[in-house]
């Protein structure tokens, strides 16, 4: 796994919570969640996810992620 750089330029954070039939997301600028959605967890909903970011200029680069399962 790759460590995130010492210091970042990433202005966006995106949650994730992870569940076994869906994604539920949130992007946050860091003052406050700026997008919300949620999305299928297989193929389809992942390349959703992918476009949902594109949209709103979360790139890899500007974007840390951060996820958590659901469930017992």
Same mark, same amino acid.
């Given at each position: ?21 869906? @994604?539920?997301?949130? !992007?946050?600028?860091? +003052? *406050?969640?700026?997008?919300? %959605?949620? /999305?299928?967890?297989? =193929?389809? #909903?992942?390349?959703? @996810?992918?476009?949902? !970011?594109?949209?709103? +200029? *979360?790139?890899?680069?500007? %974007?840390? /992620?951060?996820?958590? =399962?659901? #469930?017992?």
């Amino acid at each position: 796994m790759e460590e995130a750089p010492a210091t970042s330029t990433a202005s966006l954070s995106l949650g994730i919570d992870v569940g076994k039939s869906a @994604l539920e997301l949130a !992007l946050s600028n860091g +003052e *406050a969640a700026i997008a919300k %959605t949620s /999305v299928s967890n297989d =193929s389809e #909903g992942h390349e959703r @996810l992918l476009s949902w !970011l594109h949209d709103r +200029e *979360a790139s890899p680069g500007e %974007t840390f /992620v951060c996820m958590e =399962s659901s #469930g017992g």
